[in-house]
């Protein structure tokens, strides 16, 4: 491929040497560069990659998209200027792989929880109406029946754009991607045609990236705001920002809700361990899925599939069939009758959905016991906040690690231990071990009660400074309960 073609749609401030030169690939780690690639030269969190210019040249790299021209110019080397590399590396990616994001109908989905639920309902429900499907997500990708590991919630633009590409080749008719807001924040997004843009809700998290929470809510918001006029933008408007989210946006506005008006509407008529007994678009359905934030998310799915002019009751057939995500309100019960579920629940938001929703659904007599964890190199100040939930909402806490990644577990348990109010510390003990805790909280289970470990999911690995070891949650549960 030739670079002039893959400049289509970069605004340039300044061009030096040839456009007319053949491409091997686009690359933005200096340390995978190889011949005639394009290096993108990125401002980041931890370096400038500016000041790797001069390497990838010795490496062979023929194009430098950078923000700040080098004081060197190679005269065998092109240089783009741009006001922003990672704009531009989003929209060269695009052009590199033919743009397949307009090939195929793309749905993004965007929102502090319940992204992956609702991108994987869609995926599911859009294989079972026959259609060839893609899914980008947190847990994993597919190319239809292909299935590629995630690395990120929202892969980076090259690997985004050749996913994208491997889909339009494998016929893929519609694929749904969550968008997260570091995605947005960092132009991974970048170039895409969207075909719909769907929100869940906003709540507390990733405040060490954005710093603000208004910061936070316009990344989630700019998502909409590049929406084309083609395409349908379907938000909850029982979240406070719901609203928000569709003010500067050209795509055609719609909406869901249980609580008040809405174009999609719902009424939950029973919440129990077996499932949700909903009325949904005056139509009376029962689902697999459990807890009112679940109500949500199958709403959300249920409105994007009308969108997308899909048969009302074929797709509330097919649906009411289906199961969530793998990870989200996952349980198994022990022959004792001891319930243990395992839930991704990450943020403060999530934590009181799903004990609220244990608290609905119980009998009334057991104690809920719950294991938590908040992840290391992350937003901090949800910690205190996050045990303070647990504690308020359960009957025993038990707090443990998560991915301590860089940071010492201890410190992390200890900032949680601030949100304990001095009569919540007698329901609560630290375990550093997440695999002791979840021991010990199988230990304290009596008949009837319900073990809730969150925070991992469907996460098959702990990261301890940067190893990932094997650690499943479910896989633990299963030894304890039913040995
Ligand atoms: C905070 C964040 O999002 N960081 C991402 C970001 O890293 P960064 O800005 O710190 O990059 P940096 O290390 O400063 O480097 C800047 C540039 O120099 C380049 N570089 C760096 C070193 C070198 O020797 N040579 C070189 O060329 C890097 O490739 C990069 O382009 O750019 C990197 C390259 O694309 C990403 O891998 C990295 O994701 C890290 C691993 C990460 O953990 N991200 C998480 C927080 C994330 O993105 N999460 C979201 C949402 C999660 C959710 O679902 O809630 C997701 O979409 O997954
Ligand atoms: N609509 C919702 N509202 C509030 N909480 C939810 C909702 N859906 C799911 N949750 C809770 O949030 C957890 C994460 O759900 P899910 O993985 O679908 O979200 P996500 O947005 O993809 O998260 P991430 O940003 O980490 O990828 C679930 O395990 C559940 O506890
Ligand atoms: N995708 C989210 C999930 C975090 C899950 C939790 N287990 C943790 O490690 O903090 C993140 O990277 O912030
Ligand atoms: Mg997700």
Known sequence: MK???????????????????SIHALNFDSRKIEKDDVFFAIVGTAVDAHTYIGQTIGMGAAVIVCEVLPENIDSEVTYVKVQNSSVALGIMSGNFFGNPSASLKLIGITGTNGKTTIATILFKLFKDLGYKTGLLSTVENYIHDVVVPATHTTPNPIALNALLKEMVNAGCDYCFMEVSSHAVSQHRIEGLTFAGGVFSNLTHDHLDFHKTFDSYLKAKKAFFDGLPKSAFALTNIDDKNGMVMLQNTKAHKKTYALKQ???????????????????????????????????????????????????????????????????????ITSADHIIGIVDYAHTPDAVQNVLSTIANIRKGTEQVITVIGCGGDRDKTKRPIMAQVACDWSDKVILTSDNPRTEDPQSIITEMEAGVSPTNKRKTISILDRKEAIKTACHLAQSGDIILVAGKGHEKYQEINGVRNHFDDKELLMEQLNP
């Open 261 to 331: 008006l809405a174009d999609f509407k719902a009424k939950i008529i029973e919440n129990q361990f077996s499932g949700l007994h909903l009325d949904i678009d005056n139509e009376d359905v029962y689902f697999k899925l459990v807890g009112s934030f679940n109500a949500y998310n199958l709403l959300a799915v249920y409105g994007t599939a009308i969108l997308l002019e899909q048969d009302k009751l074929k797709v509330l057939t097919l649906l009411s069939r289906l199961s969530g995500a793998e990870g989200r309100f996952d349980y």
């Open 3 to 21: 670079l002039q073609d893959l400049l289509y749609g970069v605004t340039i401030q300044e061009l030096v040497g040839k456009t007319d030169r």
